[in-house]
């Protein structure tokens, strides 16, 4: 079984980003991403109401942190110093070496390639530094744009899940992509 650390706290960088840990300042970022129907309209989550709930959405992703058991990071653009997004690996299994990727970037940073670049460096983080055998994306089978970041990156599509999750008074599709530790050395 993998053993979780997220002592010091792993700040990763790119070419054009910087990722670390969601500070409270952050909260106009994250509800921004959170509370726009847009933004959400492929998550099967609730819309955030006020920033107070921002800010308790970082209590908790920092909770994790600090628990162990996940990680989530501030997608930061270094020529501007601006936080545009958070993404972070969720729903980690020690025990099955697996975990799950999630991302959200600002629209306005979008199509840039700055997902990609950012999924790049968490992968690596999560196979070369904590060593799982698997990580998996789970995406609405409508978002492209979320599609094509999954395939750049080297992710193998394993199928659909039919209305395996219901919110909002309707029923959603899951599409699942994975990605393992041998076929992430290939995207290099």
């Known amino acids: ?44 989550r609730p819309l955030l109401k006020n ?3 921002a800010e308790d959405l970082i209590a908790l992703m920092n909770k994790k942190i600090d628990n162990n058991t996940d990680i989530n990071w501030a997608v930061v653009e270094k020529k501007s110093a601006k936080a545009i997004g958070f993404m972070g690996l969720y729903r980690s299994k020690p025990e099955h070496y697996s975990t799950e990727l999630g991302y959200m970037l ?5 199509n840039q390639g700055y997902t990609s670049e950012a999924v790049h460096k968490i992968l690596e983080f ?7 055998h698997r ?8 978002n492209d744009a979320s599609k094509r970041v999954l395939e750049k990156n080297n992710f193998k599509r394993e199928g659909l899940l039919r209305q395996n999750e219901f919110f909002g008074g309707r029923f959603w599709d899951s599409e699942v992509y994975s990605i393992l530790d041998f076929e992430f050395e290939l995207t290099k």
Do not use: C, T, W
Request: cysteine-free; glycine content about 2%; aromatic content about 14%.
């Open 1 to 44: 079984m993998l053993h979780l650390s997220f002592y010091p706290f792993p700040e990763l960088e790119s070419a054009r980003l910087f990722l670390r840990r969601l500070k409270p300042s952050d909260s106009s970022m994250v509800y921004a991403l959170r509370s726009n129907p847009q933004n959400m309209k492929y998550l099967p």
């Open 51 to 53: 920033l107070g709930q």
């Open 106 to 110: 600002l629209p306005e940073f979008q």
């Open 126 to 132: 999560a196979f070369k530094k904590i060593h799982f």
């Open 135 to 142: 990580v998996e994306a789970i995406i609405d089978p409508l």
